[in-house]
């Protein structure tokens, strides 16, 4: 796949500034979320909870494990997947500012024996062979400047056995753009399942769920945008809302451009 014109600093420095806004609005999340339909009334916070546990439940994650959170940001699927599933959770993510924040909300949370947070690069990871039971990359491989060479990192890392969920945006149309920064062109699903092979995964399970991702959120995050105006006014200013309600735009692309995937697979044992 395509190398990007960045690096992973400009990334770091991106969500450095970004993160603190980013958590207000999404209360620790950086990533969609998942509704059945228009009549489900679940508020933000909760349909990114969804997101993640659809994720996460893909992984069959049994209770001392040890997960890989590749790009955690704020922390808040750290936090839920560590609580709910009883397992150690070691995120990465490239923003000094988002592991401050990840770490302080583990810590709140009761949960600092078992959540550490790290500043690091999921292309060049320093934890040894064979280290880790999971990987979950939600949404943070989007910002890859090398995907191949960050699928062979999370191969190195886990043991043999061990499982990988992701979740990214696809492409259906060649015209379709993501409407952010730093975010590599998206890629068709095909081409995502080939990349994990190439990596030496054997691939478990894989669903397409734009409607209930890009669908939702896009019609969602703009009213909640609006909700949060006076907060965001009152501790950012003026020109970041702005930005905020600038950056909603184009969060539906619509079903016919953009799907939404949670891929699954397996490092194998031999």
């Known amino acids: ?3 990007p014109n960045w690096t992973p600093d400009d990334v770091g420095e991106y969500y450095n500034a970004l993160t603190p806004a980013s958590d207000v609005f999404l209360a620790g999340n950086e990533h969609h979320g998942y509704w059945y339909d228009d009549e489900d009334e679940a508020p933000i ?5 969804r997101l993640t546990r659809k994720i996460v439940d893909t992984l069959g994650l ?5 997960l890989l959170d590749a790009g955690c940001g704020a922390g808040a699927p750290a936090v839920l997947i560590a609580d709910e599933y009883g397992v150690r959770v070691t995120g990465v993510t490239i923003s000094s500012v988002g592991a401050q924040l990840a770490q302080a909300r583990a810590d709140a949370s009761g949960l600092s024996d078992r959540v550490r947070i790290e500043v690091g690069d999921y292309h060049a990871l320093t934890h040894p062979e064979n280290h880790f039971d999971a990987v979950v990359a939600i949404e943070s491989l989007i910002h890859a400047v090398d995907l191949d060479k960050a699928l062979r990192e999370f191969y190195r890392v886990l043991r043999p056995g061990g499982r990988i969920a992701i979740s990214e945006p696809t492409r259906l149309s060649p015209e379709v753009t993501m409407p952010s920064m730093y975010i590599r062109e998206p890629a ?3 081409d995502l399942l080939d990349a994990f092979v190439a990596a030496g995964f054997v691939l478990e399970e894989w669903v397409h769920c734009g409607r209930r991702v890009f669908g939702q959120s896009g019609r969602r995050f703009p009213k909640h945008a609006e909700s949060l105006r006076e907060e965001f006014v009152a501790r ?19 079903p016919e451009n953009m799907s939404y995937l949670i891929l699954c697979a397996r490092k194998p044992t031999g």
């Open 188 to 190: 068709k699903a095909e």
């Open 236 to 254: 950012f200013g003026e020109e970041a809302f702005l930005g905020l309600r600038e950056a909603m735009k184009g969060l539906d692309p619509g």
């Open 45 to 49: 916070e909760e349909g990114s909870a």
């Open 62 to 66: 049994r209770p001392g494990e040890h």
């Open 1 to 3: 796949m395509s190398h």
